[in-house]
């Protein structure tokens, strides 16, 4: 007997609401052996934080790398990871703003704690808690976070890696080559004047200078140039690595040092025969007038990003052309959606965006996912290809997570990826515990919310 009852509008979404119910059961049986720990029948309207957890790893490369967790009232928690190299006080001081909202209210916990985040890795614990945010989010509607973001462009990210350094040409070349080896369609490689330390009349500086004038001095204001010699000198390291990839694969640059705005456009001038993908960061990002200089004047492309953290100044580099492509790092660059929008507002511009990233496999998840869902994307960096456990610190991606220089992008709700706890475990930073309380960081210890009156 067929249903006599009229096709009005309430009984369509009736329907609909019915089919849609039935096809969220039947995705989710398969998925519950994948979600440990995770309640997947929640109630989002009455969701709640209830506390804030860490545990510092420490990996080869850049390091430590802080893993925070964020539970809820119904058993449903979100993973995130503090940049590189950055505490857990970053994350922790914005617990006592998060204790008792609704977790999936995701731009408004964002825009309520954007305030305590900064440049480089003082923006780490505001973009670890975005990350959480959308894996419990995720969780919640049975979803990965890509979808959420409007649905991927692809369905695996390309990985570009560093090869490591030496002070012979033909051995870095050698390592270049061990490298596209291992199945990598995109390869950079760090070269500054540092390797030009022993070489008399390659570098033009001022003697006596302090380590901090050497580092932290802005490159305009250190007198540091470098002469025909040692830029001779740079390209013959260049062209090793060329001579053994070949040039049917990008090649990067990157830590060219703290040189002066002419030398960059010198050395840019000559490694144009080597037509290099980009040259990274030559100069701080917020001398958008000079950086501009830089890159109408160099033939070969300029980038520059991953210590940026406010969308206004990516927009200002896109607009003004002022580099060539933007490399944003999402743990700085305000987490998963402000860097999918950073990245649609620079497609705007005409300009490409590559990704750079440090971590564990926590933010490389939430980078992967972001990647899948930005159009302008290009290739998200890996410094952990040669750290054989890298990968077992979590269980749900499909293994090797690095597969040919590629990353296949999770369908797994959420980031996709749960903590092998016995394996993070083995490297704890020394004299922490993993996900201990955190009980210190529950009432906020400063009146710092109100910046306008």
């Not at 309430?10 to 720990?37: C, D, Q, T, V, W």
């Not at 058993?75 to 590189?84: F, P």
Request: charged share 25%; with cysteine; hydrophobic share 40%.
């Amino acid at each position: 007997m067929s249903d006599s009852r009229p096709l009005n509008r309430r009984n369509l979404l009736k329907s609909s609401a019915a089919l849609l119910a039935g096809g969220a059961l039947a995705s989710a049986a398969p998925l519950e052996a994948e979600i440990k720990n995770v309640n997947t029948a929640s109630s989002p309207s009455t969701l709640k934080i209830t506390d804030m957890r860490y545990a510092v790893i420490v990996k080869p490369g850049p390091s430590p790398c802080v893993l925070i967790r964020i539970d809820t009232n119904q058993g449903v928690y979100g993973l995130g990871e503090v940049r590189d190299v950055a505490g857990p006080q970053y994350a922790m001081v914005l617990k006592s703003r998060l204790l008792g909202e609704n977790p999936l209210r995701i731009d408004y916990l964002f825009q309520k704690i954007q305030q305590f985040g900064g440049d480089a890795r003082q923006a780490g614990g505001v973009c670890a808690v975005e990350m959480a945010l959308w894996d419990i989010a995720g969780k919640v509607y049975n979803i990965p976070v890509y979808q959420m973001l409007g649905g991927k462009w692809r369905d695996t990210i390309r990985i570009y890696a560093d090869t490591t350094e030496s002070d012979d040409p033909a051995e870095y070349g050698r390592r270049a080559k061990e490298r596209k080896a291992m199945g990598l369609t995109w390869m950079k490689m760090d070269l500054g004047i540092n390797v030009l330390d022993n070489i008399p009349g390659a570098v033009m500086h001022p003697s006596g200078m302090s380590k901090w004038e050497q580092r932290e001095q802005p490159h305009p204001f250190t007198a540091i140039e470098v002469t025909d010699k040692g830029i001779d000198r740079l390209c013959e390291y260049v062209a090793a690595v060329r001579e053994n990839i070949g040039y049917d694969m990008p090649l990067s640059m990157d830590h060219l040092g703290h040189v002066g705005v002419k030398s960059a456009i010198r050395l840019g001038k000559a490694y144009e025969k080597f037509n290099l993908e980009w040259m990274e960061d030559v100069i701080p990002w917020f001398y958008t007038d000079l950086l501009k200089e830089i890159t109408q004047e160099s033939p070969t492309p300029t980038l520059t990003g991953e210590d940026i953290y406010r969308f206004e100044d990516f927009e200002t580099l896109c607009r003004e052309h002022a580099v060539d492509k933007i490399h944003p790092d999402l743990a700085t660059s305000g987490g998963i959606l402000q860097t999918h929008r950073i990245g649609d507002m620079a497609f705007k511009y005409g300009v490409p965006m590559a990704m750079h990233f440090a971590g564990t496999p926590v933010s490389c998840m939430a980078n992967v996912h972001c990647a899948a869902a930005t159009r302008n994307f290009l290739a998200l960096e890996n410094h952990s290809l040669d750290v054989p456990w890298w990968q077992d610190l979590v269980t749900g991606p499909e293994k090797p997570i690095v597969n040919q220089g590629y990353i296949k992008v999770p369908d797994a709700p959420g980031l996709g990826v749960t903590l092998n706890d016995d394996e993070c475990k083995k490297h704890l930073r020394p004299g922490t515990e993993y996900f201990a309380p955190t009980p210190r960081w529950d009432e906020a210890q400063s009146w710092d919310d109100a910046v306008f009156s």
